[in-house]
């Protein structure tokens, strides 16, 4: 079946370091969805990609879709304390089954 | 305020239960999610409905069963067929948009389901 691998599954890092998480797909998505989960809560929608090649910005995030739109980044630039969280890519493999599939996810610890 | 209510928050089961995870939603949202949270597996689909009266397996349905007969809930039951239940349970809605490429998942707090 469908699969979405994210690495690395754990990160910690120094305040005010750089840190980038990978989400790579089996099968090509029609969308690329970013989740963030703070310790103990849940997931909380921060964007979506859609076009191939895409790239938005949100402050010190940047995600990425992939060309082939199989794999898509999210790279955080000075991170600070409320960084803190696990990280999570979620596509629509087949389109109009409104079937998400979530990637394993990336857990970020910063040290300040 | 509008948003999912998941309950309980925690929720033990003894051997051979079957338990009922209640999901409620204000949102007036068509879709609605099951997942299923393992550490270091993130998460996965166990059930989904896109709309009242039906709903689709996921990739872990074994074990599980839902109902929709109304739009604002989505209670899932844990049978004593699922050996290992020990996980946190994530509900989720969605407007149902069309294309699907513009839905964004809405979710619940959760609920931790231990076997005693």
């Known amino acids: 079946g469908q699969q979405v691998m994210q690495i690395p599954q754990y990160q910690h890092v120094q305040e005010g370091e750089d840190f980038t998480t990978y989400c790579n797909s089996s099968?090509?998505?029609?969308?690329i969805q970013w989740y963030k989960q703070r310790p103990g809560g849940h997931p909380v929608f921060l964007i979506q990609?859609?076009?191939?090649?895409e790239v938005k910005k949100q402050k010190r995030l940047t995600f990425q879709f992939g060309e082939a739109k199989k794999n898509s980044s999210l790279h955080i630039t000075a991170t600070q304390t409320t960084d803190v969280g696990t990280y999570f890519c979620?596509?629509?493999?087949?389109?109009?089954?409104?079937?998400?599939?979530f990637g394993t996810g990336t857990r970020l610890k910063v040290l300040a | 305020d509008g948003g999912i209510t998941q309950s309980p928050k925690y929720l033990f089961r003894k051997e051979g239960q079957n338990v009922t995870l209640s999901c409620e939603q204000n949102?007036?949202?068509?879709?609605m999610y099951w997942y299923r949270q393992d550490p270091g597996q993130g998460l996965r689909l166990i059930y989904y409905?896109?709309?009242?009266?039906?709903?689709q397996k996921g990739d872990i349905a074994e074990g599980y069963s839902v109902s929709r007969e109304k739009k604002e809930s989505f209670p899932l039951t844990v049978t004593s067929a699922q050996k290992n239940p020990t996980a946190f349970y994530l509900c989720?809605?969605?407007?149902?948009?069309?294309?699907?490429?513009?839905?964004?998942?809405?979710f619940g707090s959760g609920t931790q389901l231990s076997v005693l």
């Open positions: 949102l007036n949202h068509d879709a």
């Open positions: 990609l859609v076009k191939s090649g």
């Open positions: 409905s896109q709309i009242v009266n039906d709903f």
């Open positions: 099968t090509t998505l029609s969308n």
């Open positions: 979620a596509g629509l493999g087949i389109p109009g089954t409104y079937k998400y599939i």
């Open positions: 989720a809605s969605s407007t149902r948009t069309s294309p699907a490429t513009n839905e964004k998942l809405f």
